[in-house]
């Protein structure tokens, strides 16, 4: 017989427990796009208690939809040891040095294998807030999605970090906030967020890895918030620079803890 409370309870269970266990994480990182997702991965390889919270009800940010929805993203030589990593299998394309990648299949391992991992994501949540103590961050705010959308009148709930990982893409969205309270300066030639540059692939993979590091005291940027924090040029689809951002990210922040 199949009791509907008991399936309730199962998933009230469950699904508390995971957010309760989440309040006291080591590191927390700020959206599931792939950035974030390799991050996460490289952190909890080596036993470290990471969460995600990702707005989105799907993980994967701007990855699953490829170059304008067609399902395929390309990767440079620099990215392919990562592919192999997740198990990502790829193709050499005729323009020669140029891979391409399912973007769906990358998504789903990247998810996959983060999970595996033992990575906590949970969906459907957005960072509104930082904490800071002591001029550091220490840790995160959060609230349902749905409760934001719906622009309701309703408190969030804090989550203590030791570190946290901006990886919300273009709009910066953590260091936005931060920014927003009084007398704080970011670790960027202008103290604010630099703003992305046109265009240009090459230049853009080239600055991503030295982009991604601390802005704030335990405050990290990767990915496409690295970008736009430092003011590189955006790159478009090729995803070997969101891959290995996260990886750069989940080794500075190792050697800290
Ligand atoms: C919780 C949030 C919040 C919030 C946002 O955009 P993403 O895919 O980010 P990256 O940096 O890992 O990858 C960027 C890549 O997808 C891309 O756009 C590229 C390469 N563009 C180049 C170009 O030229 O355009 O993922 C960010 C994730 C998303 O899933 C958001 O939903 C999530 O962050 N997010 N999650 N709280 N406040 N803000």
Redesign the pocket.
């Known amino acids: 017989m199949i009791d509907d409370i008991k399936i309730s309870n199962a998933i009230l269970r469950r699904g508390l427990k995971e957010l309760q266990e989440a309040t006291d994480s080591e590191v927390v990182i700020?959206?599931?796009?792939?950035?974030?997702l390799s991050a996460s991965y490289y952190l909890a390889k080596d036993n470290i208690n990471v969460t995600i919270?990702?707005?989105?009800l799907k993980p994967?940010?701007?990855?699953p939809g490829g170059g304008i929805g067609l399902p395929v993203i390309v990767v440079q030589k620099e990215g392919l040891e990562i592919l192999g990593e997740f198990g990502i299998s790829h193709q050499s394309s005729e323009e020669k040095g140029y891979y391409t990648a399912d973007s769906l299949e990358s998504t789903a391992k990247l998810v996959a294998k983060a999970i595996d991992k033992g990575v906590r994501i949970i969906n459907l949540?957005?960072?509104?807030d930082v904490m800071v103590r002591d001029d550091q961050v220490c840790g995160v705010v959060i609230n349902r999605t749905p409760i934001k959308m719906a622009e309701l009148l309703i408190d969030p709930l804090s989550i203590r970090a030791r570190f946290v990982v901006d990886?919300?893409?273009?709009?910066t969205?953590v260091v936005k906030t931060l920014l927003k309270r009084k007398n704080l300066k970011l670790n960027t030639p202008s103290g604010g967020i630099e703003g992305e540059g046109p265009?240009w692939a090459e230049e853009g993979e080239k600055n991503i890895l030295s982009d991604t590091r601390e802005v704030f005291p335990n405050l990290y940027v990767a990915?496409?918030?690295a970008t736009a924090v430092f003011g590189s040029p955006?790159?478009?689809?090729i995803?070997g620079g969101?891959l290995l951002s996260g990886k750069k990210v989940a080794k500075l922040i190792k050697e800290r803890l």
């Not at 994967?60 to 990855?63: A, D, S």
């Open positions: 700020v959206g599931a796009g792939p950035s974030g919270f990702e707005r989105a994967g940010g701007g990855m949540m957005t960072v509104e990886a919300t893409g273009h709009d969205e265009m990915g496409m918030a955006r790159m478009g689809p995803f969101m």
